[in-house]
């Protein structure tokens, strides 16, 4: 039933976009595709009818339902009907506020997934955020998913736009594979066409925390910009993605800054959330992955307090053979950003742990658990006014529940917190 089911979705999808012909941005990479799907929505929605995937809807189910504009049915019958039924009327009759541009992004996880969403939906425009070891038990190698991501970039014809983020080796060695114009971003690289420098984290000195400011470069101009209660570095890519497809619109810089102010981080993806005793709450649960983890500690490292640091840490799942390696990277990087207590969920996390203490972590500063609300409730008594608390990990580890046991306003957890409708409670 669920082949049939995508198999009329797909078809239906198609129809549809032949039909009205919106522009297709498509987003992919092994890290930072929400958040730059995000961003370029942010961007656009000023100028242009935008829509962007419902919810997580990147995959073969997901992007369909995008493209008609609902959501899923679920296990009901009578839903999907009416998505069918939603689908026919577009196709019927034409619909005057169909958007003029579909962001999507686009998730792999197994191979053959990019060919079948690209063919999907053709994409105008590819970002390719970054390639990483996830999702490295279906690809083996880095290689593999790299090639697979490149799947992104390749299809498009010499009229569209690959967009590169050339601070990542992977992503950069693709504008070998495209036809498209290219255009690239970066923080580290010289060579980039957009780019981010004089990076800087506003903190007042109660230590909370106002965001990011950097400045912007492109074709030998600059602006500044500012992203309120943006934490983490990385998310500056995402802000740097949204700036080379504004740029592909025409949009001028001064107006590309302005309306990243608007730019929110998504649900669980290093959102600063109050937590109880008048803590701070680094809630980055969506998923995790050795790059994005490390990153994630390195943002809690450079936060200049008198008040402890915790790094909460869930096991990072589909890693294959570079399972204990990378959990062994992300625990010297607690050890090196000076984080004063570990605590680990799963039994993966436990070689974090392990490699935390070899580095010099003192064995007492280190907890471990098999269960993450065990640890909620371990964390809930453990810590103290002013604290920071960086919360982390693999989706399947639920590290939500975590954050759930310790935010001031558990009330808002479906607001504020990722994973809180009724397919996950």
């Given amino acids: 039933m669920k082949r049939l089911v995508q198999w009329f979705l797909a078809k239906l999808a198609r129809l549809i976009l032949n039909k009205y012909k919106p522009d297709v941005i498509g987003v992919t990479g092994s890290f930072g595709k929400t958040s730059a799907k995000e ?5 656009l929605s000023g100028k242009f ?4 995937n419902i919810k997580n809807y990147n995959n073969e189910i997901g992007l369909p339902l995008t493209i008609i504009g609902v959501g899923s049915g679920g296990r009901s019958v009578w839903a999907w009907l009416g998505v069918f039924i939603k689908a026919f009327i577009l196709l019927i009759w034409r619909e005057k506020n169909y958007p003029e541009i579909l962001v999507l992004e686009m998730a792999v996880d197994h191979p053959g997934d990019m060919s079948y969403l690209t063919g999907l939906a053709p994409c105008k425009i590819g970002v390719v955020t970054g390639v990483g070891p996830v999702h490295i038990e279906f690809f083996k190698t880095i290689e ?3 090639k697979e991501k ?3 970039v390749s299809h498009i014809d010499k009229n569209g736009w690959a967009i590169l983020n050339c601070d990542n080796e992977y992503v950069c060695e693709m504008d070998k594979l495209t036809r498209a114009r290219l255009l690239t971003y970066g923080i580290s690289n010289n060579e980039v066409d957009i780019k981010a420098s004089e990076i800087s984290m506003s903190q007042h000195e109660d230590g909370k925390i106002s965001g990011l400011s950097f400045k912007l470069f492109y074709q030998g101009s600059s602006v500044p910009v500012l992203l309120p209660n943006i934490l983490g570095e990385h998310l500056i890519y995402a802000a740097l993605a949204a700036a080379a497809v504004g740029r592909v619109y025409d949009i001028n810089m001064v107006d590309i ?4 102010r608007a730019f929110k981080a998504p649900k669980g993806r290093m959102n600063l959330i109050d937590g109880i005793k008048n803590t701070h709450i680094i809630d980055d649960t969506y998923n995790a992955g050795p790059d994005s983890t490390v990153a994630a500690l390195n943002v809690l490292g450079k936060i200049t307090t008198e008040s402890r640091k915790f790094a909460v840490l869930g096991d990072m799942l589909e890693l294959g053979d570079y399972t204990e390696s990378s959990h062994r990277e992300v625990g010297k990087a607690v050890f090196n950003n000076h984080i004063d207590y570990l605590i680990t969920v799963g039994e993966r996390a436990e070689l974090i742990a392990s490699e935390a203490q070899k580095q010099g972590l003192d064995q007492d500063n280190i907890f471990i658990f098999s269960e993450t609300e065990k640890a909620g409730l371990f964390l809930q008594d453990k810590i103290e006014t002013g604290d920071f608390i960086l919360v982390k990990g693999s989706q399947g580890m639920r590290m939500e529940k975590i954050v759930k046991e310790i935010i001031a306003e558990p009330l808002k957890a479906g607001e504020l917190l990722v994973r ?6």
Avoid: Y
């Fill in 49 to 52: 009818n935008v829509r962007k």
């Fill in 257 to 260: 800054a302005d309306s990243l």
């Fill in 144 to 146: 593999r998913i790299a």
């Fill in 150 to 152: 490149s799947v992104m």
């Fill in 420 to 425: 809180q409708d009724d397919e996950w409670l």
């Fill in 39 to 43: 961003a370029i929505f942010t961007v």
